[in-house]
């Protein structure tokens, strides 16, 4: 088990495209998702993956993490997972000691865009870059699981 530390923020301007360094194109459905946890298929690219999270709030959770087959993860996502999918392209910044992934959503979380990146210890002192906005890190409307039953595009 491993025990993911995670902060997300809104972005104040797009400055943080001068500094991408790649990209994955993702595919994602949450099914059998309940008070306890969140169960997600991830397709990224070319690799898929079995993903269980504990259902918190905060910054901290448990987090287990399994590759299976991508035919498999297709097959997940058509028919057994809640809809609409979750679509975003992820770009990577590197900012000093950190990698921070934008998530920029297409499909019905269109216009969404967010910025995580992962910490050692929830006490960790970040730099935060210039092109950050606000934390939005205990919202649970930007938890993808939640962006399923309340779609970025239906947000007033």
Known sequence: MAIEIEKKFLLANDDWRKSVSRSSRYIQGYMGSNRNCSIR???EDND???NIKSATLGIT?????YVIPVADAHEILETLCDKPLIEKTRY???HL???WEIDV???????LVVAEVELDDEDEEISLPDWIG???SNDPRYYNVCLISNP???WQ
Do not use: C, P
């Open 41 to 43: 298929v991830r397709i």
């Open 48 to 50: 898929a993956h079995l």
């Open 61 to 65: 959770r448990k987090e287990y993490d």
């Open 92 to 94: 990577y910044v590197e």
């Open 97 to 99: 000691d950190h990698t």
């Open 105 to 111: 959503f297409s499909g019905e979380n269109e216009g």
């Open 134 to 136: 606000a934390d939005v």
């Open 152 to 154: 970025y595009k239906t």
